[in-house]
């Protein structure tokens, strides 16, 4: 078939208001019309959205499409987005330096790792519950986002003292104002600093922590290097800490909206683990996963693309796909299947059991503490983070 001509549009775009606003509505739209759009995206680059399961399933695990941006045609008007030294990770490798990474990171972040975290887990859980006073609270700010800092900084070894800065640090580098490129910068800079003079104490002065495992991680006569080692604890710590914090953000608010569902978690007749696999399918907290660039031209969805071009793949749509799933805007934790949550493949990602982990711990928590737990504000008043790349609450007010 004809390809559209770049830059044009074919469907609602992808950075409108509406879409912004109601993604699933949109996104449904986007489906209707056609599995594959072209779109720009406000950095300027063209970019194709494939929008259906089936398509973003295969595209996931085809070994033409290249997450290195040394593949791509062009990287829009302002740039890459980050330094070089924080930006060589996982997910901008192919295989085979991809497959080395993964497997020496695998041998420090292990699941025994991941679980050795529960009781700290639920710790600093009861720790900030302690905090909730009067009738009501702002559970992101009270407990979605504090809890995830405070994980991320035990795992990776942060000391206590530097914790306020490095919070600071990340939830401007997660949030950025309008026009606010220069304190994105300035965080940038001071992460880069930070992380550097973190891994030189960890090597001088190893401990029980991610990072001195990483520093130690051998296989056969391989380890990482300084900037593998730089680049992997900053994707650790912002993959680690945005889908926890959308993820438990998400999983309270489709309780507080699904009464039925939270009475037969409450009745043990769902598990908490089975609400949470419905929610990063019903309210993915990664809308898009990591572009792609074809190292040839092919066709996803009928649609030629070159090699080269961006590709975004959004998981969110495929998730809500009405040809993979009945009903696709209920929220039913029994429904079972498989969806995309944290990707798929050889992408998935590294650290979906510490965020399923934290996920699992919070909610339960919190329903054994506030049993009455309600909405504060109607469902319409909530306000999300503006981002088409993640899909999060600013606020979720709630009394009890």
Not at 84 to 113: K, Q
Not at 212 to 238: K, N, Q
Not at 372 to 385: K, N, S
Request: charged content about 25%; hydrophobic content about 40%; aromatic content about 6%.
């Amino acid at each position: 078939m004809t390809r559209p001509s770049p830059p044009a549009t074919d469907g609602p775009s992808l950075f409108d208001e509406a879409l912004l606003t109601d993604p699933h509505a949109g996104y449904a739209r986007l489906r209707a019309a056609g599995p594959v759009h072209r779109t720009t995206t406000p950095d300027g680059a063209d970019v194709w959205l494939v929008t259906r399961f089936d398509d973003v399933q295969a595209a996931l695990v085809d070994p033409r499409l290249s997450l290195n941006k040394g593949n791509a045609l062009s990287v829009g008007s302002h740039g890459p987005s980050m330094p070089p030294e924080l930006d060589a990770h996982l997910l901008n490798l192919d295989p085979p330096d991809h497959t080395r990474l993964r497997r020496l990171v695998s041998r420090a972040f292990t699941p025994r790792r991941v679980e050795g975290l529960r009781s700290r887990v639920g710790a600093v859980t009861e720790e900030l519950l302690d905090g909730f006073g009067g009738t009501g609270a702002d559970l992101m700010a009270g407990l979605a986002l504090p809890l995830p800092m405070a994980v991320i900084c035990e795992l990776l070894g942060v000391p206590q003292e530097a914790r306020p800065d490095f919070r600071t640090w990340t939830n401007t580098l997660r949030s950025p104002e309008p026009d606010s490129a220069l304190d994105s910068r300035e965080a940038m800079g001071r992460m880069h600093g930070y992380l550097t003079g973190l891994i030189a104490e960890k090597r001088a002065r190893p401990g029980d922590d991610l990072v001195s495992a990483m520093i130690g991680a051998r296989d056969d006569h391989d380890r990482l290097t300084e900037p593998e080692l730089l680049a992997l604890t900053f994707l650790i710590l912002f993959a680690g800490y945005d889908n926890a914090v959308n993820l438990i953000g998400n999983t309270a608010l489709a309780l507080l909206t699904h009464e039925e569902q939270r009475e037969r978690l409450l009745q043990g007749r769902i598990s908490v683990q089975d609400v949470l696999r419905e929610t990063l399918r019903w309210e993915s907290p990664s809308l898009l996963a990591s572009r792609r660039f074809p190292l040839e031209d092919l066709t996803i969805g009928g649609v030629t693309i070159r090699a080269g071009e961006r590709i975004w793949l959004s998981l969110a749509s495929a998730n809500r796909d009405e040809a993979r799933f009945e009903e696709p805007d209920s929220f039913d934790p029994a429904r079972g299947g498989t969806h995309l949550d944290f990707g798929h493949g050889i992408h998935y990602c590294l650290g979906a059991p510490l965020a399923q982990l934290e996920g699992e711990v919070a909610i339960t928590a919190l329903l054994r503490r506030y049993p009455t737990l309600r909405l504060a504000v109607a469902p319409a008043e909530l306000r999300w983070r503006r981002s088409f790349r993640n899909r999060g609450l600013a606020e979720l007010p709630v009394g009890w």
